[in-house]
Nanobody
Framework: QVQLVESGGGLVQAGGSLRLSCAAS????????MAWFRQAPGNEREFVAA????????LYTDSVKGRFTISRDNAINTVYLQMNSLKPEDTAIYYC??????????????WGQGTQVTVSS
């Protein structure tokens, strides 16, 4: 059974930083692309960032480029999202996802339960 468990969310002031983690189990982690999505209240879930299985290729949505960094450690089956210079509009539930290939749509094979990130102004 595949499990993706996010952690690291919380409340932070604008301009601050948070690092999200997603621990994966039940899959061959090194063969999967990993991604972060987010969903703000009243909005659809949207793509944030993704990283290929070999850590070589990354993709970001324009609104987070230069502020967020996605990385992974295949030795411990974990993907990270370092979020700097946070803005109130980054407030959302952040979800981890796994798939064989990178997609910016929601058609990913596996999803975590999400972690809340709240940025106060």
């Amino acid at each position: 059974q595949v499990q993706l468990v996010e952690s690291g969310g919380g409340l932070v002031q604008a301009g601050g930083s948070l690092r999200l983690s997603c621990a994966a189990s039940g899959l061959t982690f090194s063969r999967y692309a990993m991604a972060w999505f987010r969903q703000a209240p009243g909005n659809e879930r949207e793509f944030v960032a993704a990283i290929m299985w070999n850590r070589g290729n990354t993709l970001y949505t324009d609104s987070v480029k230069g502020r967020f960094t996605i990385s992974r450690d295949n030795a411990i089956n974990t993907v990270y999202l370092q979020m700097n210079s946070l803005k109130p509009e980054d407030t959302a539930i952040y979800y981890c996802a796994a798939n064989r290939v990178i997609l910016t749509t929601l058609d990913w094979d596996y999803w975590g339960q999400g972690t809340q990130v709240t940025v106060s102004s």
